[in-house]
């Protein structure tokens, strides 16, 4: 396997993926997708609302908000050994409590959630939750606990991830006579991959970067240029709003993996045994 | 009433870029430089940000009934 990253920052990571067959990029997408464990708001107390959204609509744009995630103190609420009551190794609070003493309307933001453990925080501090007059108090306690995609999407870790295929495109600058044809061709295509130098036709050296497998110059030049893919190589996207880094989402993701298969290996066997006695 | 703090679509975080967006347009930055600036490049996350009509301001003028 051999992994090359083209682009990284906090928001986004690009890379490509060599030797891998598709069903093993599409494991793991879906895990990275669904199966990693992350932080968010799901019981909501609201003991003062004196904004003009209803209870319901703060709680669920509350849970909305992601939270930085610490996967190593933490238990899943099922895995806990509370049983997912609630313990400190489960759950972690965050309370808010502010009241307008100016004389105009004020926003409340996530920044103003106080959470009891300092690495479980909202990743931005300029998230609007509500707005309220002045004179007005508003005073909430929330508990964040760890979840899957699968249950609900505020505990997605990204907030994109898929892959695409590595483009190939073959063609013989000799095959192409025709000067219309040519012009064509360069005109056709919707991310401008080809271009005419001295009435030659002339293909971007990184055009995998940008071709959207569109098939516009195969079509244009009567199967002239040859649109392909390169099997077993992939270009992966992955694009987070910071809940966790890069790093420890990849690692967590093949943890699961690995997992998952041993788990399947095991029930595996335990079949094998079944048929042998019956 | 109040801008979504995720994406309809593709659940991108979007609350918090609705005033920088703003305060950009208010300097006379159009908005396809201002997206640009603010990291928002699918069409989903546009759409949030340029439908939203932002009512709580007027509603805060009225009591809450509790």
């Known amino acids: 396997m051999n992994l090359e990253v083209l682009e ?34 799901e019981e909501v107390i609201i003991l003062k609302n004196d904004s003009p959204l209803y209870d319901e609509i703060v709680a669920h744009r509350l849970g909305m908000i992601p939270l930085k995630t610490n996967l190593e103190n933490y238990n899943l609420p099922r895995d806990c050994d509370c049983g997912g009551f609630g313990c400190p190794l489960c759950q972690v609070s965050l309370t808010c409590e502010v009241n307008n003493d100016t004389n105009k309307p004020l926003v409340v933001y996530s920044g103003d959630l106080n959470s009891n453990d300092p690495n479980i925080v909202p990743t931005h501090d300029k998230i609007p939750i509500l707005k309220i007059d002045k004179d007005s108090k508003i005073i909430i306690e929330c508990y964040a606990i760890l979840g899957l995609a699968k249950d609900h999407v505020k505990f997605s870790a990204v907030s994109n991830c898929f892959y695409r295929y590595y483009p190939v495109i073959i063609f013989n600058e000799d095959d192409i006579k025709d000067k219309e044809e040519k012009e064509l061709i360069s005109k056709m295509c919707p991310v401008n991959l080809f271009e005419l130098v001295n009435n030659k036709l002339e293909l971007k050296e990184d055009y995998w970067k940008t071709c959207t497998l569109c098939k516009a110059c195969e079509q244009n030049s009567n199967g002239k240029i040859k649109v392909t893919t390169q099997k077993g190589k992939y270009i992966f996207f992955i694009e987070t709003d910071g809940v966790l880094p890069f790093e420890v989402l990849i690692k967590k993701t093949f943890e699961l993996f690995n997992e998952k298969i041993d788990e399947f290996i095991t029930k595996l066997e335990e079949i094998e045994i079944l048929s042998k006695i019956y | 009433m109040i801008i979504p703090i995720r994406c309809f679509s593709c659940g991108k975080l979007i609350a918090h870029v609705y005033q920088p967006y703003l305060d950009l347009l208010e300097k006379g930055e159009s908005s396809e430089i201002a997206f640009e600036k603010l990291g928002i490049d699918r069409f989903c996350c546009k759409r949030m940000i340029v439908a939203h009509v932002d009512l709580i301001d007027d509603l805060l003028k009225f009591p809450r009934l509790q």
Do not use: G
Not at chain 1, 12 to 29: G, P, Q, S, Y
């Open chain 1, 8 to 41: 990284k920052n906090e928001q986004k990571l690009i890379f490509v993926i060599e030797d891998i067959t598709i069903e093993m990029a599409n494991a793991i997408r879906r895990i990275i997708l669904t199966e990693i464990p992350v932080f968010a708001i």
